[in-house]
């Protein structure tokens, strides 16, 4: 067990022979901490903490009571192989949040990017990769193998099925099941997640040109109502795609590789 004389550790907290205290960290009553788990600094659990296996916890990070992070996957191909967690710094996972570690089969890593927000009770699955800046809101479970783009905002009580990718700046409103890939931007609602249209609003806080908002909007009526198929209607904006950074983003998102068919505009 490495503590770094500056960290904060309540009599009551077990820190297991191993473990990673880096400076700065406060670990709370009744938390756990287990061999295999590296803290950076300043890094704070609050109550109730469990954090175990092959963990990695970014720096600033807070974790509120009742969290499991690092437990083994919930796959029944899962066989104890040693597999990994890797949470960035500054994210702010509230209370029953879950987070399992990847598998053999998955990659074997579970990845959390940078400045997210978990909130109560959702569970982020085995070998899924989140980006930076996403938020999951109370009680939305993400399945496992999914990949979640940089600031997307999946609503309350979501749930996102195994390998489905959502792309970067989409939006999921709540009560929502997604069981295909949502394009970057992507404004997604209903029962059975419809893709409605645009993240209008997020584009224009992460400061997107009028000119830019534009041409999206004209895109996404291309991919819409165009002639052809869906492919066909994304390849017809390669030009669009030269002007626009936004444009390329979707029609590369698209035209990437994926497990999933794609959530196509109603």
């Given at each position: 067990m490495a503590v770094h004389p500056s960290a904060e550790l309540h009599p009551s907290a077990v820190i297991e022979n191993g473990a990673?205290?880096?400076?700065?960290?406060?670990?709370?009553?009744?938390?756990?901490?287990?061999?295999?788990?590296?803290?950076?600094?300043?890094?704070?659990?609050?109550?109730?903490?469990?954090?175990?296996?092959?963990?990695?916890?970014?720096?600033?990070?807070?974790?509120?009571?009742?969290?499991?992070?690092?437990?083994?996957?919930?796959?029944?191909?899962?066989?104890?192989?040693?597999?990994?967690?890797?949470?960035?710094?500054?994210?702010?996972?509230?209370?029953?949040?879950?987070?399992?570690?990847?598998?053999?089969?998955?990659?074997?890593?579970?990845?959390?990017?940078?400045?997210?927000?978990f909130l109560a009770g959702c569970h982020i699955a085995h070998d899924t990769q989140v980006g930076n800046r996403v938020i999951v809101v109370n009680s939305a479970a993400i399945a496992g193998h999914c990949v979640i783009e940089d600031d997307v905002l999946i609503g309350g009580l979501c749930g996102i099925h195994q390998f489905v990718r959502i792309g970067r700046g989409a939006?999921?409103?709540?009560?929502?099941?997604?069981?295909?890939?949502?394009?970057?931007?992507?404004?997604?609602?209903?029962?059975?997640?419809?893709?409605?249209?645009?993240?209008?609003?997020?584009?224009?806080?992460?400061?997107?040109?009028?000119?830019?908002?534009?041409?999206?909007?004209?895109?996404?009526q291309t991919l819409s109502d165009g002639e052809g198929s869906f492919l066909d209607r994304v390849r017809s904006l390669k030009d669009e795609a030269a002007q626009y950074d936004h444009i390329a983003e979707i029609v590369d998102f698209i035209l990437g590789p994926t497990e999933r068919s794609f959530l196509t505009p109603g």
């Open positions: 990673e205290i880096g400076p700065g960290c406060s670990i709370g009553p009744f938390c756990l901490v287990g061999a295999q788990v590296r803290l950076a600094a300043n890094v704070m659990l609050k109550s109730h903490v469990v954090l175990t296996g092959d963990t990695g916890i970014g720096e600033g990070t807070k974790i509120f009571s009742f969290a499991v992070i690092g437990e083994i996957p919930q796959d029944m191909k899962y066989r104890g192989e040693q597999t990994r967690l890797i949470i960035g710094a500054h994210n702010t996972i509230r209370e029953h949040v879950t987070i399992n570690a990847g598998t053999a089969g998955g990659g074997g890593v579970t990845r959390i990017g940078d400045d997210g927000l939006i999921i409103g709540a009560v929502t099941m997604v069981t295909h890939d949502v394009i970057p931007y992507g404004l997604v609602h209903a029962a059975r997640g419809e893709l409605e249209g645009l993240n209008l609003i997020g584009l224009k806080r992460r400061g997107a040109s009028k000119a830019e908002i534009t041409a999206l909007r004209a895109a996404f």
